[in-house]
């Protein structure tokens, strides 16, 4: 085998797997590999010469690597069967179509559905498979994957998060209030409406406070509306902020000036932001489902309740517990230490050896 | 460096807390929960209660004369219905003010529903103190019974 190629279908600029696909990149080059990422669409910020069409992916072998990200429903899934090479997925977890059961979010739910089953249908044809976290290996396994399925966390470049934030928001939001930070798509799977709920009685306990909810959000849901409508009934406008898309160096100027950061999210194959909540040292205040545990590995405060109250309690508990506050702190920089690009990196470079051990055995 | 158990610790203090605290109910953001005394809880969605508002903000006005025409063909139905608009416009100034009086209360009744849709989230919690409050009331006149009682003995 003398070619490792990424395949995935959207190459973006700034999401987590988008990073992970250009850090992979990064790590098969440095080795020596002749490597190259092609996706259906590429964003326009990627350079040129680091993503091509998947129109120009040609002269591969069959025994050539194929690691193709798999984190959506698409013909793809499917396609991908046609490209030569062994097939080696890396598996990103797709949310469960319950959660976008209403009229409005049925796109979504279709995708979702039909990306379950075409994993599903793949079965046959991948003959490994690299999973973000535990939580998705199981996933795999209960899904009929009967080729080898090891975790690999996702590849998080930290140096990015070192880039100077926006100057706008640093002003804006470091005037003393209390911010409570969430970021991540506008999607009924990461319950924003239940953040709105707890943050309605924290505001109560502490009035010199915000909630910002910074991720991207498409107007056509009816969910995004509901949440906006919401926070507007209960006279929480000015504050409870909806970003919306921001770029990067505002997103920086978030974390940088967040008092604490709020998951009450109740489907996560990984949840970078806990991750990046970790990285600048705001408190986590999560919920126990899917992932989180996994990715959280025993730091922040952990919730097996999201009733609002206690929400909002256990944060003005914090708030008024320096000493808890700062271990909590001090735990999540121990747990982001199994992060670190450097032993993700070297994790990958040894299930990629694994990989290669497989295949060679295989055609012995 | 503090240990899981005391995030624990902390976090089963405060659930405590809130468990002593009066009952300071918090809305689902779309589902609103309503009890009769002692009876089933009913589900209402705060969407369709607010669809209804918006829908009775936009019919509650009544029109006192409507373009009216008759069902009978050729000349005998135009002559119906010119006397039917004849009888109308005749009677517009009776029928206009009751219109009118009515269109007002419509109108009061379904600002009144809107503003109760959109205040009753913020509702809840004096509702559930008010319970509170008579539950107490309730206890105290049975106190002030049986120490009247008492008395008399």
Not at chain 1, 122 to 138: H, K, P, W
Not at chain 1, 255 to 282: D, N, Q
Not at chain 1, 296 to 307: E, F, I, N, T, Y
Not at chain 2, 4 to 31: G, T, W, Y
Request: contains cysteine; aromatic residues 10%.
């Amino acid at each position: 085998m003398s070619k490792i190629v990424q395949v995935l279908l959207h190459q973006g600029y700034g999401d987590a797997i988008g990073n992970d696909c250009l850090a992979i990149d990064r790590i098969l080059r440095h080795d020596g590999w002749d490597t190259g990422i092609y996706a259906r669409v590429v964003d326009k910020r990627i350079p040129a010469d680091t993503a091509k069409p998947l129109s120009e992916l040609s002269g591969l072998d069959d025994d050539d690597i194929v690691l193709y990200h798999l984190s959506t429903g698409t013909d793809l899934n499917f396609k991908v069967s046609g490209i030569p090479g062994r097939k080696v997925v890396i598996y990103h977890n797709i949310t469960p179509p319950g959660f976008f059961l209403s009229p409005s979010n049925y796109r979504m739910y279709k995708t979702c559905e039909e990306g379950l089953f075409q994993t599903r249908m793949m079965t046959g044809i991948v003959d490994y498979c690299l999973a973000d976290s535990e939580f998705n290996r199981q996933e795999l396994i209960r899904m009929g994957y009967r080729c080898p399925v090891d975790v690999q966390p996702i590849l998080i470049p930290f140096w990015e998060y070192d880039r100077e934030p926006d100057e706008d928001f640093m002003r804006r939001f470091s005037d003393g209030k209390v911010n409570i930070l969430f970021t991540g798509r506008l999607a009924p799977n990461k319950k924003q409406g239940d953040l709105i709920q707890a943050f309605r009685v924290f505001h109560r306990l502490v009035p010199d406070s915000r909630l910002i909810i910074a991720g991207a959000y498409d107007r056509s849901e009816r969910y995004v509306d509901d949440l906006i409508e919401y926070v507007g009934d209960i006279g929480l406008s000015n504050d409870i902020l909806f970003t919306g898309h921001i770029p990067f160096d505002k997103i920086i100027a978030l974390y940088r000036t967040a008092s604490f950061f709020w998951c009450l999210s109740e489907h996560e194959g990984f949840c970078v932001p806990l991750v990046e909540a970790m990285y600048f040292g705001i408190p986590i205040i999560a919920y126990n489902s899917s992932a989180v545990p996994e990715t959280l590995g025993g730091s922040g405060v952990l919730l097996d309740d999201k009733q609002p109250e206690l929400v909002a309690h256990v944060t003005k508990a914090l708030m008024d517990d320096f000493g808890m506050r700062t271990g909590i702190i001090e735990r999540q920089w121990m747990q982001l230490g199994s992060f670190s690009y450097d032993i993700a990196a070297a994790r990958f470079r040894a299930n990629l050896a694994k990989i290669i051990a497989s295949f060679q055995e295989d055609s012995r | 460096m503090i240990d899981n158990q005391a995030v624990r610790d902390m976090v089963s203090r405060v659930k405590d807390e809130i468990a002593r605290m009066p009952h300071d109910c918090i809305l689902d953001f779309d589902r609103i929960p309503i009890q009769d005394m002692n009876g089933p809880i009913t589900v209402f969605s705060r969407r369709d209660m607010k669809d209804a508002a918006q829908r009775l903000m936009k019919s509650y006005k009544l029109i006192p004369e409507r373009d009216i025409e008759s069902d009978k063909p050729g000349m005998k139905g135009r002559v119906i219905t010119i006397l039917k608009r004849a009888a109308r416009k005749s009677l517009r100034f009776y029928i206009e003010p009751i219109c009118e009086q009515q269109t007002e209360l419509n109108h009061l009744f379904a600002c009144g529903f809107r503003q109760f849709t959109l205040a009753f989230t913020d509702m809840r919690p004096d509702i559930a103190k008010m319970d509170d409050h008579e539950d107490r009331i309730i206890r105290l006149e049975k106190l002030a019974k049986v120490n009247r009682a008492r008395q008399g003995k």
